[in-house]
């Protein structure tokens, strides 16, 4: 789903003229609200809007976050008497020409977000919003957005002509129609000159190349997680941490890509999410290196189960047959090996057992687990 999410208030709309995500305009008035917060990509909620302290000075530029398309947003500055709503259409400066956005974000908070997200461009130097969009404006960027489709696809057929290593994710023409991104991904450097100038003659717009990564693909184009909800990265996260292969170890969790990757095919973000409580509470639980001895033989450890506090072993002659020991008895055998003392049977300190099965499938090697992470 996009960002600019767009409905008109006043009357149902049956066979919509434009569409984009869930929502689609025919008309358009001056001033209209037309964003629909509950279905845009990385949503936010102005937790600050009631809040009666929040005085600007009168020397203070008035702040605005702007939404484009799909992930990427902006922020501006403005007049104080253009008197802005949240959910209004507005008309910004861009590099060259102007641009179309939603104001997502007033007052306060915007700065507080430009920090979250460590926004280096001082204040002074944002550029401006114009105005409010006029209907004009709007029928002349919903005309360039139509283009984006068939644009993506004959860009990605004029890339494979040339032979070019990339993959084309998403196009986002500019609001005045006379420049066009193209997001792409590689894995290395590519040589897209020879692409710019046949964009350029094919399109008739100014062309910008610009380098994303999976992670950043996947939270511009969204979609649905193995959990059944909506991509974290394309709801709410912004900031992409790495996802190392020692975190789902650390969690216990096997080497199965379909498990642990996203549908960026990198390891998912959300294993970095209970991390840190797992190591918190593995801090109670006893070296998994020591061996543990008995009369019946020396039991090693074959895997924990970390939140009900138990550690399963298996004699080293038997590996399949394991047994769950709760940790308390685990020290407390290793406190007698200490001592010299050897506990009769594994099974005497046992809760459960089970049978242990050993399959590789849908298991990959380290090498490979490797790859899938940053």
């Known amino acids: 789903m996009s960002d600019n999410q767009l409905n008109n208030d006043t009357n149902p709309i049956d066979e919509p003229t434009f569409n984009r995500g869930c929502r689609s305009i025919k008309e358009y008035n001056s001033g209209q609200k037309v964003l629909c917060p509950g279905a845009c990509k990385l949503n936010q909620f102005d937790w600050m809007k009631d809040y009666e302290g929040q005085t600007l000075p009168a020397d203070k530029l008035c702040l605005a976050e702007v939404r484009f398309k799909n992930d990427r947003k902006d922020y501006y500055v403005y007049p104080e008497d253009l008197d802005l709503e949240e959910g209004e259409m507005v008309t910004v400066e861009a590099a060259i020409g102007h641009d179309i956005g939603i104001v997502t974000l007033l007052g306060e908070i915007v700065e507080r977000q430009m920090k979250r997200k460590r926004y280096r461009t001082p204040i002074e130097e944002l550029k401006k919003i114009y ?214 049977k594994l099974e005497d300190y046992a809760v459960t057992m089970e049978q242990q099965t050993d399959t590789n499938e849908g298991f990959v090697s380290d090498d490979d687990l490797k790859k899938m992470s940053d």
């Open 131 to 344: 105005r409010r969009a006029r209907p004009n404006d709007v029928d002349k960027w919903l005309s360039a957005i139509k283009l984006e489709k068939d644009t993506l696809s004959r860009t990605r057929t004029i890339a494979s002509n040339l032979g070019l290593e990339m993959k084309l994710n998403d196009v986002e023409y500019q609001g005045d129609k006379t420049k066009a991104i193209f997001y792409y991904t590689a894995d290395g450097r590519v040589d897209f000159r020879e692409l710019i100038k046949k964009l350029a003659e094919e399109f008739h717009v100014r062309v910008e190349m610009r380098q994303i990564g999976v992670r950043q693909e996947s939270a511009k184009l969204g979609g649905l997680g193995s959990c059944g909800r909506e991509l974290c990265c394309a709801s709410w996260m912004c900031n992409f941490q790495s996802v190392t292969t020692g975190v789902a170890r650390v969690q216990q969790l096997s080497p199965n890509p379909q498990k642990l990757a996203g549908q960026c095919g990198k390891l998912k973000c959300c294993l970095n999410f209970e991390y840190e409580a797992y190591v918190e509470a593995l801090k109670a639980f006893s070296d998994p290196n020591i061996v543990l001895k008995f009369k019946n033989g020396d039991a090693v450890h074959q895997k924990n189960d970390v939140f009900k506090g138990i550690m399963w072993y298996s004699y080293a002659s038997d590996r399949s047959n394991i047994m769950a020991v709760p940790v308390e008895k685990v020290k407390e055998i290793i406190a007698l090996n200490h001592k010299g003392k050897l506990p009769d």
